[in-house]
């Protein structure tokens, strides 16, 4: 047995996957040896998924600052993935890899705000490592970014020559300026050092494995009805998000990952909603009766945000499939299925209303 990437020893008995020593003898030559930042998150565990099913091999590296490795436990006997616990921030070499996917970032809100300059020195040395690693096995390279690069926009919907309106020192600073930094180093590392990189601008996106305490706002809404609880609208509600099923996502990272496109690509759902809306439909498709109660709105929250996907329909036929309704029942039995027993609310007996409808 061999253990990769120990924190603790205690630690690493929990977590680390315990790897034949066969996988290190294996010739790999025939095979695409993939690399994922951020593999224990939402958004990398489901690329992971998606990258072992069309039959490549991947590495999965997290410091799991977010991440979790429940999201991975259903791999725990695939031969093809491997997973280092290890900080992106420190150099790595994990061996030669065909393809490096950067996700590794704290991602809502509620994370960045609390690990402020870790998100800072992973959008920056991080991404920097991330791209070392590319450079030196000349690896084709993806970079996850992110609609914040255009912070509160003054141009709706956004399209990717759009170059923002980010308050460099608010409190999102750390996450917003952290994936516009990364985003000029990914273009320095393509003029300079002829990586093949790609820039992704990715949108709220939902589903499964959505952490129930980061904070996001479809997860809030989804547990605070789940459990009876009041959903937390933040302001009046009438600012907007366009929200994007966790599938559509990836298949829309996959087309990237194989087209020739070094510019920035939006991949995001183009139907907007207010927030208040929002929650209402979270609370149709729970049938839940919670109330909606407002709470004061954080500084600099976005107060619109829609992505222009011409350009991901023109150079990758991409366009999302999944609308919020579907999505959101999709994202409920997951988080019906996974959350402790105790934590839900009694099963209602069935009512007069819910009968005739
Ligand atoms: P997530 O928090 O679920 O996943 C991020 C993962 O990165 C976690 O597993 C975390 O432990 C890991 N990580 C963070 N810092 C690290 C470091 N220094 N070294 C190693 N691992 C580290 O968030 P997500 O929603 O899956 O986001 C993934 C990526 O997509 C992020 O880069 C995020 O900025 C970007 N993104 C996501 C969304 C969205 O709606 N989900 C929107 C825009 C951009
Ligand atoms: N939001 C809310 N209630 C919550 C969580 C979030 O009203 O319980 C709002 C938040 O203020 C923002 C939007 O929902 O306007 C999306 O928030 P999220 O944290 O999901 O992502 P963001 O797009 O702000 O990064």
Redesign the pocket.
Known sequence: MIYHGFRTPGFALMLVWRIPPSLFLRDTSLTTRVLITGAAGFLGSHLTDALLAEGHSVIGVDNLCTGSMENLKHLRSDPRFEFFEHDICLPFDFGKVDYVFNFASP????DYGRLGIETLYTGSAGTRNSLDVAHKYQAKFLHAS???CYGDPTVHPQAEDYWGNVNPIGP?SV?DEAKRFSEALVMAYHRYRKVDTRLVRIF?T?GPRLQSND???????IV?ALQGHD?????N?S?T?SFCYVSDEVDGFLRLSRSAEHLPVNIGNPNEWT?LD??QAVLRVTDSESKIVF?S??ID??SQ?QPDITRAKQLLGWEPKIDLETGLKLTLEYFRSSMPFSQLPEEKPESASSQAS
Request: one cysteine or more; glycine letters at 8%; aromatic letters at 12%.
């Open positions: 991602a809502s809100p509620e992110t609609s914040e999102r996450y709220n939902y904070g996001r706002v479809i997860s809030n809404f605070q959903l937390t609208v933040y302001g509600g600012q998000r927030i929002c929650a709470k709105l954080p929250d976005p945000r």
